[in-house]
């Protein structure tokens, strides 16, 4: 798997509000998964979640995640990113939840008083396919 910069084309992919899902592992050993909201930012990946998501506990037990983004009408145009959570705050002031309902709704977050909490993904490595073909990997 890809390691260092991402390239151009898949840094505009991730940019788009693409579908996504996140991956994190049970304490189990088991994953987890889970459809998502995020956003692409400095070559990181901003997560949200109430408290009362699993996946916030398995976030704060194993910080190791994976996130996989894909276009809603072309499934194999997707990116795969492996990580680790490098950072977990709350999001009192609902900054960052309304960033990802106004991407993806075009309007703030609608549940007011939830308890919400941020979490900063820092990518290791990535694959991804481009419909036709592996993304391109050329020097950025």
Not at 5 to 10: K, S
Not at 11 to 24: C, E, G, K, M, W
Not at 87 to 115: C, K, N, W
């Amino acid at each position: 798997m890809p390691r260092g910069p991402i390239p151009a084309a898949v840094q505009s992919f991730l940019a788009q509000p693409n579908i996504a899902v996140v991956a994190t592992m049970m304490p189990s050993g088991f994953p987890h998964t889970a459809a998502t909201w995020y956003d692409w930012e400095d070559g990181r990946v901003l997560l949200n979640m109430d408290e009362s998501r699993r996946r916030l506990e398995y976030m704060r037990l194993n910080p190791k995640v994976a996130v996989t983004a894909m276009q809603e009408d072309n499934w194999s145009m997707q990116v795969s990113l492996m990580g680790r959570v490098v950072s977990i705050a709350p999001d009192t002031s609902m900054r960052d939840i309304d960033r990802l309902a106004v991407r993806y709704t075009g309007e703030p977050f609608q549940r007011r008083g939830q308890h919400r909490w941020s979490a900063w993904v820092e990518v290791d490595t990535w694959y991804g396919w481009s419909g036709s073909g592996s993304w391109p990997r050329g020097a950025e």
